[in-house]
């Protein structure tokens, strides 16, 4: 046989067998320490230059929780609705989650709890009801891991396994997920998309947000590999597509 006959045959067989195949893409454009105003500021080169299908945006326990960049509710949900016209004006599809709640015994041991008006769990649950209203207003789906947590019992002080602490991480942390919580959280947004029609096997997905998105001190933290949560996402969604 010719090898130009034998080039055509194999380019035709590889054809056959990815035809069908899933073809989607999950991004990780978290950060470290991030907050709406950082958002807001590397949109345009993190997520509108991606033109992703959707984003999955998670944000504001450094807006709400952290004493040296907390801002008030409502410059919050300022921000954030100023991300989203951004987002819709590009056509980019979003989906919102509230952040989980933290383990306050951890969080006042960084942080002045003087410096908090409400109780740092009542401020991210705020936060949660701000979000929702958006997706209303936007028309967009929510995705309540704030509320989700809490009826599981989370945080539960050293003795949970899925937010970082001293007894699951050797770490006074009490905001972070562990290995066992990007797997909690990641399979929940899995669940909560799919459940919405919101998955597609060709579609480019971005998670957007902080150190939670990020997977801090997960391996493959920035990405979406290892043990972050938008890794357990594209497993999921790897798993399911080729069912």
């Known amino acids: 046989m010719k090898t130009r006959q034998i080039i055509l ?24 320490g991030n907050t709406t105003a950082d958002l807001l500021q590397r949109l345009d080169k993190d997520v509108i230059a991606e033109s992703p299908d959707l984003v999955v945006i998670m944000v504001g326990t450094n ?4 004493t040296d960049r907390m801002i008030s509710l409502e ?4 921000n954030m609705r100023t991300i989203l ?27 002045d709890p003087h410096k908090f008006s409400l109780p740092p769990n009542v401020k991210l649950e705020k ?20 509320g989700y947590y809490k009826e599981n019992g989370l945080p539960d002080h050293n003795r949970d396994e899925i937010i970082m602490n001293e007894n699951n991480n050797n770490a006074r942390d009490g905001v972070h997920m562990t290995k066992e919580g990007n797997v909690f959280l990641g399979s929940f947004i899995f669940k909560s998309l799919l459940e919405n029609d919101k998955l597609k096997s060709n579609s480019r997905i971005l998670c957007f947000g902080d150190s939670i998105t990020y997977g801090y001190r997960m391996i493959g933290e920035g990405t979406s ?5 938008p ?13």
């Open 63 to 66: 807006d709400m929780l952290n």
């Open 9 to 32: 045959i194999f380019l035709i067989m590889k054809t056959i067998t990815a035809f069908g195949q899933p073809t989607f893409e999950v991004l990780n454009r978290g950060i470290n």
């Open 85 to 111: 016209k951004a987002l819709k004006e590009h056509s980019i599809e979003f989906v919102l989650l509230s952040p989980p709640p933290a383990d306050t015994v951890y969080l006042f041991q960084r942080h």
């Open 231 to 243: 890794s357990v996402l594209k497993n999921a969604m790897q798993d399911y597509f080729q069912e």
């Open 127 to 146: 936060v949660g009801n701000g979000l929702k209203d958006l997706c209303l207003e936007f028309n967009s789906l929510f995705i309540d891991v704030h």
């Open 225 to 229: 590999t290892g043990d972050t949560y």
């Open 75 to 78: 410059d919050y949900l300022l």
